[in-house]
C-alpha cells in the first residue's frame, strides 16, 4: 500500500538482506492471564498469539493515557541527554519520547525502523494500538510489530518469523503483530532491547507532543538546541476536510495544466496490468504499490509527489468526492489499526472511475470508486508537491 518515504530515519543498518519467512502456522491471540478466555474484539485479529511465556504480566505498564505526536526528530548519532533535557523545557512541549531509529530491512523490504519502550510509546500510537496491552507485551517478548499494510498487502503473515537487520547484523523476529503507528517513516517497531541487538544507534530520535503549539516556530527553536544536522519534521498533519457542498478553495492558477493531467493520466494508464507490489515504484521492483503509482505518473508530467499515501494527500487542495474532476488523487482511511490515517490512494479520470494498484494479489487497474472509508479528492498544487517531496512534509 505504502512505502515509508525515508524523509527522517538515517540510514543506520545496511541493506540486502534475503527474507526467510517460517513456515509457523499463525494462532490468533491468545490471552495470557490464567482462567477463562476472553472475548477478541475485532482489533486483536491483529495480534499474534504469545511465544514468550517468561514475559512477566508486568512487562508493560498500562496505559495511562494518550498524548498526540506532532514532531520527529532524528540523527545519526545519539543525541546528547543534555540536549534532550533541553528539548523538554520549551515552551509548549508537553511530552518527549526517546527513540532508537534506523532504516534497515524487514524480510527484504526497506522500511523504517524504531526501538521503542512499549510502556511509555505506547501512549504516542492510534487508539487501537495504544490501548492492546497483549500487543506490547509482544513487543517487549522481542516480536517486531509491523504497519497493518505492510503485513496484509506485504505478505507477511501474523507469527511467521522474518529477517530483520542488514549486511552486518541480522535475526530472525516473529511477526507479533500489525500495527501502524501513525508515523510516515516508520513501518517495523521492536523493543530497545532488540533495536541494540540489531545495531540501531541508541536514543538517536525523540517523539515530541507539543498541542496548541505553533509548530514551525517550535521546529525553528528545537534547531537551536540540537546539534546541527539534526532533522524535525511534523507528524502526520491533521487534514482539513472541507464540509460537503462547501466552497473549493481559490487555486490562484497553482494547479496543473490540461496537458499535465493528460499526462499524469496516459502515464496511468501505461501501468495497467503490473502487479501489485508493496513498497514498489518502478519497473525495476516489478510493479507498484498504490502511492508509487502515483509518485511514476506525477512524475511523467514532471510534478514530484511525497512517496506515502498520507504525505500524498497534502500535496493540494482536499475537496469533496462530488467535486472531483479528472486527474484528481482520491483518497482513503482503509487501516482498521489506525483510524483516519490515509493508507489508500487511487487517480481519478471522471465519470466514475479511477486508476489504482488495489492490493496484494492484484494489478494495476481500472476501477469504479467505491465510497467506503473514502475522505474526498485531491486538487494537486505541483507547487505544494515539490515543497513536501523536498521537506519530506
Not at 81 to 92: L, Q
Not at 337 to 366: D, F
Not at 380 to 388: E, K
Request: glycine share 10%; proline share 7%; aromatic share 6%.
Amino acid at each position: 500500500m505504502r512505502r515509508p518515504s525515508r524523509r527522517v530515519l538515517p540510514t543506520a543498518i545496511g541493506v540486502a538482506v534475503v527474507a526467510t519467512l517460517a513456515s509457523n502456522a499463525v494462532v490468533l491471540l491468545s490471552w495470557r492471564n490464567a482462567g477463562s478466555p476472553q472475548p477478541q474484539s475485532r482489533w486483536q485479529r491483529y495480534v499474534a498469539a504469545s511465544s514468550d511465556t517468561w514475559v512477566s504480566p508486568t512487562a508493560v505498564a498500562p496505559l495511562r493515557g494518550r498524548v498526540s505526536p506532532h514532531l520527529l526528530v532524528a540523527s545519526s548519532a545519539t543525541l546528547p541527554a543534555d540536549a534532550v533535557r533541553r528539548v523538554g523545557a520549551v515552551k509548549g512541549v508537553k511530552r518527549v519520547e526517546v527513540l532508537d531509529a534506523a532504516q534497515t530491512t524487514v524480510g527484504g523490504k526497506r522500511v523504517g525502523l524504531l526501538g521503542v519502550d512499549p510502556s511509555t510509546f505506547r501512549a504516542f500510537t492510534p487508539k487501537p494500538t495504544a490501548e492492546s496491552d497483549d500487543l506490547w507485551r509482544n513487543i517487549a517478548g522481542g516480536d517486531v510489530a509491523i504497519s497493518f499494510t505492510m503485513g496484509n498487502d506485504g505478505g507477511f503473515e501474523l507469527g511467521s518469523h522474518v529477517t530483520v537487520g542488514g549486511r552486518q547484523r541480522q535475526t530472525q523476529l516473529r511477526v507479533g503483530a500489525y500495527a501502524t503507528m501513525g508515523l510516515g517513516d516508520v513501518d517495523a517497531v521492536v523493543s530497545r532491547h532488540v533495536a541494540r541487538q540489531l545495531g540501531v544507534p541508541s536514543g538517536n530520535a525523540l517523539l515530541i507532543s507539543a498541542p496548541k503549539t505553533d509548530l514551525k516556530k517550535l521546529s525553528r527553536t528545537l534547531r537551536k538546541v540540537l546539534p546541527k544536522g539534526v532533522k524535525t519534521v511534523e507528524v502526520d498533519p491533521q487534514i482539513d476536510y472541507p464540509a460537503p457542498g462547501g466552497r473549493l478553495p481559490t487555486a490562484k492558477g497553482q494547479v496543473m495544466t490540461a496537458e499535465q493531467v493528460r499526462t499524469v493520466i496516459k502515464a496511468a494508464y501505461s501501468r495497467i496490468g503490473w502487479p501489485y507490489v508493496w513498497g514498489g515504484e518502478s519497473e525495476e521492483e516489478g510493479g507498484y504499490d498504490c502511492s508509487g503509482l502515483m509518485q511514476y505518473a506525477f512524475a511523467q508530467a514532471g510534478i514530484r509527489l511525497p512517496r506515502v499515501a498520507a504525505d500524498q494527500a497534502r500535496a493540494g487542495w482536499i475537496i469533496p468526492y462530488s467535486k472531483a474532476r479528472p486527474g484528481d488523487l482520491l483518497i482513503w482511511a482503509n487501516d482498521p489499526t489506525a483510524p483516519g490515517y490515509i493508507s489508500h490512494i487511487a487517480l481519478y479520470i471522471g465519470n466514475g472511475k479511477m486508476v489504482a494498484a488495489p492490493r496484494r494479489g492484484t494489478v494495476v487497474q481500472i476501477q469504479n470508486v467505491y465510497t467506503r472509508n473514502l475522505k474526498g479528492a485531491v486538487r494537486v498544487n505541483p507547487q505544494m508537491g515539490a515543497r513536501l517531496a523536498a521537506s519530506g512534509l
